[in-house]
Nanobody, 130 residues
Framework: VQLQASGGGLVQAGGSLRLSCAAS????????MGWFRQAPGKEREFVAS????????NYQDSVKGRFTISRDNAKNTVYLQMNSLKIEDTAVYYC????????????????????????WGKGTQVTVSS
């Protein structure tokens, strides 16, 4: 499977962006999907995930209430709607697939961690300005 993220850009603080991630192949509807981000000088961190059925979603605490993950299995696409963007949301955003749908979130020392992602797409840059 190949993942292609898009929708990044430059936005002012308080603004909104919607990221999309298109997946190739015919098994997308069986994958758990997620978004991650990596800011300059920082490690990549979990942002949000959604299970294969779209019945369950998880969010990093720092984005909860501002970001919404969703998916359209008919279009092989997962989305990340980002509202009320903050300067600290500036990062490269990556989508990822947990093709076995056996992963999940666990508490880590610096927030939630998703274990089980096995396929990654190239990132899309999100820059939030003041």
């Amino acid at each position: 499977v190949q993942l292609q993220a898009s929708g990044g850009g430059l936005v002012q603080a308080g603004g909104s962006l919607r990221l999309s991630c298109a997946a190739s192949g015919r098994a997308f509807s069986t994958y758990n999907m997620g978004w991650f981000r990596q800011a300059p000088g920082k490690e990549r961190e979990f942002v949000a995930s959604i299970d294969w059925s779209a019945r369950s979603a998880n969010y990093q605490d720092s984005v909860k209430g501002r970001f919404t993950i969703s998916r359209d299995n008919a279009k092989n696409t997962v989305y990340l709607q980002m509202n009320s963007l903050k300067i600290e949301d500036t990062a490269v955003y990556y989508c990822a697939a947990d093709r076995l749908a056996r992963g999940g979130v666990v508490a880590g020392p610096a927030g939630w961690i998703y274990y089980g992602m096995d396929t990654w797409g190239k990132g899309t840059q999100v820059t939030v300005s003041s």
